[in-house]
């Protein structure tokens, strides 16, 4: 029961929220698998190199017997075996995630996408029609321009990008961890639950005695005014792994793990780029619909006696019509926006600690690249790989936007 005692079906912004939310769920499920495998081939591509900056910086004031490791790369997943550096096809990628978590794999991560999608593409359809009402207001035809309907696109995806980028984040960490085959449990697990100390360490990582030996032979020969300099060095978990490697995608795909190790701040990586790749995926998307329904009202008034004053009364489009619109929208927005997805996906494929965000803000480290890949977030080592699965993306984006209005359309039908 909805406003004021009034069943569902008597409220007309009841009835659209259930169609839509009906129709989102529909059609996110369906095309899941295709967005999986399609976020496997982005992130199977060989890691970029390290940036001109240095990848080791050691900054030691032993008075205080502070340790800092600067590291100035996080590499991105490698699918492949160890020093791969080919690129995996769609075969060696379906294979691998065959043999990882069989059939199930394809839907790594299907929670969060619909948890995503549904505020997501509500906001998307919601402050598009909020602004297409506004440039209608006073028009006697209720006429949308083309140019019109891609402004308020842009803008809608502006406000679904930043609605969407968290569950996108924990989305693909769990496609990238169906891909990962699971650890059994050993001897490392039981020492971190004997020793408190080894908590601290990094996902994925175990103590390194050699290299730890290595390190406190090296700082032997220096004098420093700390009274336990030792054991203020093992407070820096880092420094018992002896790796500068931050962890894998799979290693932290729990929100708890993300939070704690990277801080609340990375529940927004890659939004720079998601904003980008949103606001020209919904502006070309609305604009390119929008063309498409006109043109069809237009053919249809032609060819009606007598013809009417102005297209809209010529009737509504037929439903089917307007879904096979709506997908060949969807696959031309996701073309042309296709450059963006990759780059936020490896984007947040990266796993960056917080003690390498603080100290790469304390040194001021600048982003590689030209003056438009730093605003909108692409690593300038991706440029030969920004095109990877365009076609898996054209196809997901097409059929998701074709079953979205149909299934909203017979929704909507029902329940009214």
Do not use: N
């Given at each position: 029961m909805v406003g004021g005692g009034k069943p569902l079906g008597d409220s007309v912004l009841a009835g659209h929220a259930a169609a839509?939310?009906?129709?989102?769920?529909?059609?996110?499920?369906?095309?899941?698998?295709?967005?999986?495998?399609?976020?496997?081939?982005?992130?199977s591509a060989p890691?970029?190199?390290?940036?001109?900056?240095?990848p080791f910086v050691a900054v030691m004031v032993l008075s205080r017997g502070?340790?800092?490791?600067?590291?100035?790369?996080?590499?991105?997943l490698q699918l492949g075996s160890a020093g791969q550096k080919q690129k995996m096809g769609l075969r060696q990628v379906v294979d691998r995630l065959m043999a990882a978590s069989g059939p199930a794999g394809l839907y790594s991560g299907i929670r969060w996408s619909v948890m995503g999608k549904l505020p997501g593409l509500g906001a998307r359809f919601g402050t598009y029609e909020l602004l297409i009402a506004f440039y209608k207001d006073g028009r006697e035809d209720n006429y949308v321009y083309c140019s019109e309907a891609m402004l308020a696109g842009i803008a809608a995806g502006a406000v679904e990008a930043v609605s969407c980028t968290p569950f996108e984040l924990f989305k693909l960490r769990n496609q990238v961890s169906s891909v990962i085959p699971s650890r059994a449990v050993g001897p490392a697990n039981v020492a971190q639950e004997s020793f408190p100390l080894l908590s601290k360490l990094l996902p994925g990582y175990v103590p390194d005695m050699r290299v730890w030996s290595n390190t406190v032979s090296l700082l032997s020969h220096l004098s420093p005014n700390h009274p336990d300099m030792l054991g203020a060095l093992k407070q820096h978990p880092w420094m018992l792994t002896g790796s500068g490697k931050p962890p894998l995608p799979s290693d932290v795909h729990l929100p708890s793990r993300v939070i704690s190790l990277e801080g609340w701040g990375a529940l927004w990586r890659g939004l720079r780029p998601?904003?980008?790749?949103?606001?020209?995926?919904?502006?070309?998307?609305?604009?390119?619909?929008?063309?498409?329904?006109?043109?069809?009202?237009?053919?249809?008034a032609v060819n009606m006696n007598p013809e009417p004053r102005n297209i809209e009364e010529a009737g509504p489009v037929h439903p089917f019509a307007s879904s096979v619109a709506a997908g060949f929208a969807g696959?031309?927005?996701?073309?042309?926006?296709?450059?963006?997805?990759?780059?936020?996906?490896?984007?947040?494929?990266?796993?960056?600690?917080?003690?390498i965000a603080m100290e790469r803000k304390f040194l001021k480290w600048k982003a590689p690249g030209t003056w438009i890949e730093r605003k909108t977030g692409i690593s300038s080592a991706d440029r030969n790989v920004l095109f990877r699965g365009i076609g898996l993306r054209m196809a997901h984006s097409g059929i998701a936007s074709i079953i979205l209005v149909g299934s909203y359309y017979v929704v909507a039908d029902y329940i009214s």
């Open positions: 839509g939310a009906a129709a989102i769920s529909a059609s996110t499920v369906s095309v899941h698998p295709l967005d999986t495998v399609k976020t496997l081939l982005q992130a890691p970029p190199p390290p940036p001109a900056s240095p502070l340790i800092s490791h600067l590291r100035g790369v996080c590499l991105p998601g904003l980008a790749r949103d606001c020209v995926f919904g502006g070309m998307f609305f604009s390119t619909w929008q063309f498409i329904h006109t043109a069809m009202l237009t053919w249809k696959a031309v927005a996701a073309a042309a926006s296709h450059t963006f997805d990759t780059a936020k996906s490896r984007s947040e494929c990266t796993v960056v600690p917080k003690y």
